[in-house]
C-alpha cells in the first residue's frame, strides 16, 4: 500500500508543471502584457466611441473564451459517454472547462455591459445575443451545481455529460427564440466589415493578440484545473485503496 | 446445479466507502442463505448490489449468468430487493399498488387476485390506503408485489424489523412459500434464533468480506 | 405462481401504467386541485395587486398566465416525484429493470394532463380578472399552442425532476435548473397567446409561427428525455 501511494505522489509532483504548461502560460503572460501595452496605449481612441473602444480589447476575447470553454464542455462530455472506458479524464477536463467559462461568461457580461452603458446608454438591451449569454451562464452555473451533487465519480461524469449535451440543444433555441422575439445589436464588426468601429491596423492587431492571449489563459487554467481535479480523485481512490486495507485488517482481527 | 449468486474478491463502493471489500460468495439456485453480521459490515450494500443497483469496481460478480461489471441492467427484471423502504405507493391502495405491478409486467388479474388471498390481505383490507395500515400489512403488501412481478432471486434486508410475532411469522411462511416455488432468497437478518430455521445456510458479514 | 422468470416489457405499457397510477395519486389526494389550482389563481391576483392598472393587465394577461403555469410546474414536478420517493418507489422501479423511457413518457404524460387542466383555469381567470377577450379565430391557435407549449414544459420538467428527485437541496436545484430552460416556451407561448387574445393590436396570425417553435421544443426535449432518462436517474 505505501509502495502505491509514493508511486501516486511522484506522478502529482511530476505532472504539476509540464513543458506544454509552461510554454502556454509564458505565452499566455506576454500576449496579456501585449494586449494591456496594445489597448491602453498603442492604439488610437475611436472616432464615435472614443476611449470606450479599449474595452473591445477584454469584451470581444473573454466573450470568445467563454463560447470555447462550453464547446470544450460539450465534445469532452460527449467523448466521455462516447468512449467505450469512460476516461474520467473527458469528465474533469468538461468539468474543469465549465469553471473556467462561467467565470470568463460573467467578465464577458461585466465588460459589455460598462460598455454598453458608456455607448448606448444603457447596461442591458434584450438583444439575442446578450441575452442568450446570460442564459448560457446560468445555465452552467446550474451545470456546475449538478457536478457538485455528489455521487459516484462515474455517476457526476454521467449526469454532468447528460446536463452538458442538453445545453447544447437548449441554447440555440433559447437563441433563436429571442432572435424571433427582437433584435438590435449592432453586427460584429470584425466578421461582417460594415460595422461602425473603422478598424485601423494596430487595433486589430491588438484585438487578435487578445484573443491568442485569452484562449492561452484558458487553456493554461484549464490543463492546472483538471490536474487539481485528477489529483481530487486520485486522493479518493486512494483513500479506497487505505479503506479496503483497513476493513481487510479488521476483518482479520474479528476473525 | 446452477449458480444464482457468483462474486468472487468484489469490491463495491457506496458513498466512497468499500462497503463491499473483496467479497467471495456463492449462492446455488434455491437456497434459501441467511446473512449474518454486524451493523456496517456490508450486508445491504451486498443485496443492493447483487441487485445490480450499485457498480462493482475490482473483481467479478455475476448474477443469474449476467456479468454486472458489464450490465447492471438485465438483472433487474428478476430480481426483487426489499429494503428498509417498502417502494410502496401512500394514497394507493394494496389492491392498486400490486395491480400496478401486475400491469406492468402483464400478469393476469387472477394472479393478483390469488396472490393476495395466499398473503392474506385480500377481503376489506385490500381496498384500504397504504398509507394507512400496519407496518406487517405493508410488509406483506410489499412482498406480495414480488411475487407479482416472479422475481428470481429475492433479496430481503431486515424484513422482520418493526414487525411483532404474528407478522413475522406471516413473513416467515411468505418466505418458505417463495423458496417452494423455486425462488432464491437472501435475508439479512439479526433475527438470528428467527431466521436460522427458515435458511439453509447462513454465512457471516464482517467488515465487507463474506466468511 | 405458476413459474418464475421475467416477461418482455414493452416502453408504452411501462408509460400507460405509470400515467395511470400518478394520475389516480393526484385524483385521490387532491393536492394539486386543493393545493396546487388554488395557488395558481392567487398569483393571477398578485399580479393584478403589482400591476394595478387594467389596460396593462389586458396587455401582458398572456404573459401572466404562463409565468403562473411555470410556477406551478415547479410544484407540481416536484410533486410528481416526491410521491414516488416517499416511500422507495422510485428506486423500485428502477430496481424492477423497468425502462426508464417507459418512465419519462408516463411520468410526462401525467403532468401533461394536469398542466392542461391547470392552465384552462388560469385563462378563464385572465379573461375573468384581466377583461382580454377571446375571439373564434384565436381558440384554434390557443389550444394549439397550449398543446404544444404543455408537451415541452412536461418533458423538461420531468427529465430534471428525475434528475433532482433524489437529489440534496432539490428544491432550488430544480428551478436553477429547469427555468432557464424552458425560456423559449414562455416567450413562444407568451407571444402566441398575445396573439390569440389580439393584445396590443396583434395579428391572430402572428402567433402560428410560435407554436412552430413549441412544437419544435416539446420534439427536442421528447427526444432528449427518452435518450437520457436512464442516466439521469441511475445510482
Not at chain 1, 492604439?43 to 464547446?71: C, E, K
Not at chain 2, 413475522?168 to 437472501?186: C, H, K, M, N, Q
Amino acid at each position: 500500500m505505501t509502495s502505491a501511494s509514493s508511486t501516486t505522489t511522484q506522478t502529482f509532483t511530476a505532472k504539476v508543471a509540464t513543458p506544454t504548461t509552461r510554454l502556454v502560460g509564458a505565452m499566455a503572460i506576454v500576449s496579456m502584457a501585449w494586449v494591456v501595452l496594445g489597448g491602453l496605449f498603442v492604439t488610437p481612441s475611436d472616432v464615435n466611441q472614443g476611449d470606450a473602444v479599449r474595452i473591445m480589447y477584454v469584451h470581444v476575447p473573454t466573450a470568445w473564451v467563454a463560447y470555447l470553454a462550453f464547446i470544450v464542455t460539450a465534445i469532452a462530455s460527449a467523448c466521455w459517454l462516447l468512449s467505450r472506458k469512460h476516461a474520467m479524464g473527458f469528465d474533469r477536463v468538461a468539468g474543469a472547462s465549465a469553471e473556467v467559462g462561467v467565470i470568463f461568461m460573467a467578465m464577458t457580461l461585466l465588460s459589455g455591459g460598462l460598455w454598453g452603458r458608456i455607448t448606448w446608454g444603457t447596461y442591458w438591451a434584450w438583444d439575442p445575443r446578450l441575452t442568450t449569454t446570460a442564459f448560457l451562464l446560468v445555465t452552467y452555473i446550474g451545470y456546475l451545481a449538478v457536478r457538485g451533487l455528489g455521487g459516484s465519480l462515474e455517476q457526476r461524469a454521467r449526469r454532468s455529460a447528460v446536463i452538458a449535451l442538453l445545453a447544447v440543444l437548449e441554447i440555440p433555441l433559447v437563441h433563436f427564440s429571442v432572435l424571433m422575439w427582437r433584435s438590435l445589436h449592432q453586427r460584429a464588426s470584425v466578421l461582417s466589415g460594415d460595422g461602425d468601429i473603422k478598424m485601423d491596423g494596430s487595433m486589430l492587431t491588438t484585438l487578435l493578440v487578445g484573443v491568442i492571449g485569452f484562449t492561452c489563459t484558458f487553456a493554461w487554467l484549464v490543463m492546472h484545473r483538471s490536474r487539481v481535479l485528477a489529483m481530487q480523485d486520485a486522493v479518493q481512490s486512494s483513500q479506497l485503496d487505505a479503506a479496503l486495507q483497513d476493513r481487510a485488517s479488521e476483518s482479520a482481527g474479528l476473525k | 446445479m446452477s449458480l444464482v449468486v457468483d462474486f468472487r474478491d468484489a469490491v463495491v463502493v457506496f458513498n466512497g466507502f468499500p462497503a463491499l471489500a473483496g467479497a467471495t460468495f456463492q449462492v446455488t439456485r434455491g437456497e434459501v442463505v441467511l446473512l449474518q453480521g454486524p451493523n456496517g459490515a456490508g450486508k445491504t450494500t451486498l443485496l443492493r448490489a447483487c441487485a445490480g443497483l450499485l457498480p462493482v469496481v475490482r473483481g467479478s460478480a455475476n448474477v443469474l449468468g449476467i456479468d454486472l461489471c458489464v450490465d447492471r441492467q438485465s438483472v433487474r427484471a428478476r430480481v426483487g430487493l426489499l429494503g428498509h423502504a417498502n417502494g410502496l405507493f401512500a394514497d394507493l391502495t394494496i389492491r392498486e399498488n400490486i395491480l400496478f405491478w401486475a400491469q406492468v409486467i402483464g400478469a393476469s388479474t387472477d394472479e393478483v387476485t390469488a396472490t393476495m388471498h395466499r398473503m392474506g390481505i385480500d377481503g376489506r383490507i385490500a381496498d384500504e390506503k397504504v398509507s394507512l395500515l400496519s407496518a406487517g400489512q405493508k410488509r406483506r403488501c410489499a412482498l406480495a408485489c414480488l411475487v407479482v412481478r416472479r422475481a428470481e432471486l429475492w433479496l430481503l434486508d431486515e424484513p422482520h424489523a418493526g414487525l411483532d410475532a404474528k407478522g413475522r411469522d406471516e413473513i416467515d411462511a411468505i418466505i418458505r412459500e417463495a423458496s417452494s416455488f423455486g425462488a432464491t432468497v437472501l435475508i439479512a437478518s439479526h433475527e438470528l434464533e428467527r431466521t436460522k430455521g427458515l435458511a439453509t445456510r447462513s454465512v457471516s458479514v464482517v467488515a465487507g468480506q463474506v466468511q | 405462481m405458476s413459474g418464475l422468470g421475467a416477461r418482455p416489457i414493452s416502453i408504452s405499457r411501462v408509460a400507460r401504467v405509470i400515467a395511470t397510477k400518478d394520475l389516480r395519486i393526484e385524483l385521490r389526494s387532491r393536492v394539486v386541485t386543493n393545493q396546487v389550482f388554488p395557488f395558481a389563481g392567487l398569483v393571477m391576483v398578485m399580479f393584478a395587486f403589482a400591476l394595478d392598472n387594467d389596460a396593462v393587465l389586458s396587455r401582458v394577461a398572456g404573459g401572466l398566465v404562463w409565468l403562473a403555469t411555470l410556477f406551478s410546474l415547479i410544484i407540481l414536478v416536484q410533486r410528481s416525484f416526491a410521491v414516488d420517493s416517499a416511500d422507495g418507489a422510485l428506486e423500485a422501479q428502477r430496481v424492477a429493470g423497468l425502462d426508464p423511457a417507459g418512465i419519462f413518457i408516463g411520468k410526462a404524460i401525467a403532468v401533461m394532463a394536469q398542466l392542461v387542466v391547470l392552465e384552462m383555469l388560469l385563462l378563464l381567470a385572465a379573461v375573468v380578472l384581466y377583461r382580454v377577450e377571446l375571439h373564434i379565430s384565436g381558440v384554434v391557435l390557443l389550444v394549439t399552442c397550449v398543446i404544444c407549449a404543455t408537451a415541452g414544459l412536461a418533458f423538461v420538467g420531468t427529465l430534471y425532476g428525475g434528475l433532482t428527485a433524489g437529489a440534496r437541496g432539490r428544491e432550488t436545484l430544480l428551478p436553477l435548473l429547469m427555468l432557464p430552460v424552458v425560456a423559449p416556451v414562455l416567450i413562444g407561448a407568451t407571444r402566441a397567446t398575445e396573439s390569440a387574445f389580439t393584445s396590443g393590436g396583434a395579428a391572430v396570425s402572428d402567433g402560428w409561427p410560435w407554436v412552430g417553435v413549441l412544437a419544435v421544443f416539446a420534439v427536442v426535449f421528447a427526444i432528449g428525455g427518452i435518450l437520457s432518462f436512464g442516466s439521469l436517474i441511475e445510482e
